[in-house]
Nanobody
Framework: DVQLQASGGGSVQTGGSLRLSCRVS????????IGWWRRAPGTEREVVSC????????WYGGSVEGRFTISSDNAENTVHLQVSSLKPEDTAVYYC?????????????????WGLGTQVTVSS
């Protein structure tokens, strides 16, 4: 069975950092892209970053580029998202998901397995 489990969320002040982790089972990370998404209250879910570990391909949304870093630990079958220089508008539930193939994807319909989210709250 494919399972994704996100963790590492918390409450921080503006400028703070967190390290989110997505532990993946039933998936070989080199064969599938993994994406991080977020959903703030009253908004649609948006893609934040994704990675294809097999070729080292990464992608970032414009609002987080330069502040967030995605990485893959294949030995632990875990994808990390280092979130830094946090702003109140980064407050959201963060989800990780498996893409339908190895190419990094930016459309929600391109992902077929989702984990439960982890809450990130940034106070001013």
């Amino acid at each position: 069975d494919v399972q994704l489990q996100a963790s590492g969320g918390g409450s921080v002040q503006t400028g703070g950092s967190l390290r989110l982790s997505c532990r993946v089972s039933g998936v070989t990370l080199n064969d599938y892209a993994i994406g991080w998404w977020r959903r703030a209250p009253g908004t649609e879910r948006e893609v934040v970053s994704c990675i294809n570990a097999g070729v080292g391909q990464t992608w970032y949304g414009g609002s987080v580029e330069g502040r967030f870093t995605i990485s893959s630990d294949n030995a632990e079958n875990t994808v990390h998202l280092q979130v830094s220089s946090l702003k109140p508008e980064d407050t959201a539930v963060y989800y990780c998901a498996r893409a339908r193939g190895p190419t990094a994807r930016m459309s929600r319909t391109d992902y077929d397995y989702w984990g439960l989210g982890t809450q990130v709250t940034v106070s001013s």
